[in-house]
């Protein structure tokens, strides 16, 4: 059966600390890997990475894909009350067209 | 364009009572998903179409739930009986190749 893992289950930090949130995944057919934020309404598109090795960057968030051990972090760095959320990750599939969701990481940021 | 479209918002009803969720995606999308997302289970995938066509129903729980996908762009997520464990925010998504988007949810409160 198809399986994303995310860890932790929950976080909280304070403004300024880094962050690193994690994600496993054991699938059949791996196509690439997405992580998306959600606030308080619907989760909206931070990264998809379909190679190994390969680290994507949009301002203090950066995320990396190991192909080879089968997951993902995502990366905050300076984290600001702004990054509070539910940080979710799926996976795609070659052939496929459903993504199959972690449960998440709720993250907390104190000032 | 306006993103997925989701109506109504907000829903409470009554036990017993049907209800239908409502979702326009964007245009030119050619594959759509309901999703249900709880604190208990996180987010599910209840059932996804790929040109109007049903593909993958197995998510939905019971036959009291249905979904039609009537033309490119509309489809309706319907409940009858409506029970309170069926409380929840619903999602409806739209996706071309490899980017997913997600409406901005129905709340449903069955008391």
């Known amino acids: 059966e198809d399986k994303v893992v995310q860890s932790p289950l929950s976080l909280v930090v304070h403004e300024g600390d880094t962050v690193t949130l994690n994600c496993s995944y054991e699938?059949?057919?791996?196509?690439?890997l997405l992580w998306y934020k959600q606030e308080k309404k619907a989760p909206t598109f931070l990264f998809m990475l379909t190679s190994s090795g390969i680290e994507k960057k949009s301002g203090r968030l950066s995320s990396i894909l190991d192909k080879k051990e089968l997951f993902s972090i995502l990366n905050i760095t300076a984290t600001q009350t702004g990054d509070s959320a539910i940080y979710l990750c799926a996976v795609d599939f070659v052939g496929g067209n459903k993504l199959v969701f972690g449960a998440g990481t709720i993250l907390r940021v104190k000032s | 364009d306006a993103g997925v479209i989701q109506s109504p918002r907000h829903e409470v009803t009554e036990m017993g009572q049907e209800v239908t969720l409502r979702c326009k995606p964007i245009s030119g999308h050619n594959s759509l998903f309901w999703y249900r997302q709880t604190m208990m289970r996180g987010l599910e995938l209840l059932i996804y179409f790929n040109n109007n066509v049903p593909i993958d129903d197995s998510g939905m729980p019971e036959d009291r739930f249905s979904a039609k996908m009537p033309n490119a762009s509309f489809s309706t997520l319907k409940i009858q009986p409506s029970e309170p464990r069926d409380s929840a925010v619903y999602f409806c998504?739209?996706?071309?190749?490899?980017?997913?988007?997600f409406g901005p949810g129905t709340r449903l409160t069955v008391t």
């Open positions: 998504a739209s996706r071309i190749f490899n980017e997913q988007y």
């Open positions: 699938v059949t057919n791996f196509r690439s």
